[in-house]
């Protein structure tokens, strides 16, 4: 059973930063995706089983995710906030390997509730 909790959103204004945690007990490959309102839900990042990441290019050098083993926590990372990165953030996981394009939301068979996270200008 995988079961994941997502924590750490909140407000900050543009240029700041802010770390989400996601609580993914049971979950070999988790991901990070997000949502704006009134778009569709886009990959921002993943973690695999062996630590290889993804990243859209889109936060490519200003978010990093990370986990840590022991307490089967994942992390995001988030600096150099901007407003576009104003969304409702959600942990997504699987339990075994890590599917192919990564990004895509329907590879993903369990999810969190969400965090949002908004940052103003």
């Known amino acids: 059973q995988v079961t994941l909790v997502e924590s750490g959103g909140g407000s900050v204004q543009a240029g700041g930063s802010l770390t989400l945690s996601c609580a993914a007990s049971?979950?070999?490959?988790v991901a990070w995706f997000r949502q704006a309102a009134g778009k569709e839900r886009e990959g921002v990042a993943r973690?695999?089983?062996?630590?290889?990441?993804r990243y859209a290019d889109s936060v490519k050098g200003r978010f990093t995710i990370s986990k840590d083993i022991d307490k089967n926590i994942v992390y995001l990372q988030m600096s150099s906030l901007k407003p576009e990165d104003t969304a409702m953030y959600y942990c997504?996981?699987?339990?075994?390997?890590?599917?192919?394009?990564?990004?895509?939301?329907?590879?993903?068979?369990?999810w969190g509730q969400g965090t949002q996270v908004t940052v103003s200008s």
């Open positions: 997504a996981a699987d339990r075994g390997v890590c599917w192919t394009p990564w990004f895509d939301p329907t590879k993903y068979p369990y």
């Open positions: 049971g979950a070999s490959c």
């Open positions: 973690i695999g089983s062996t630590s290889v990441t």
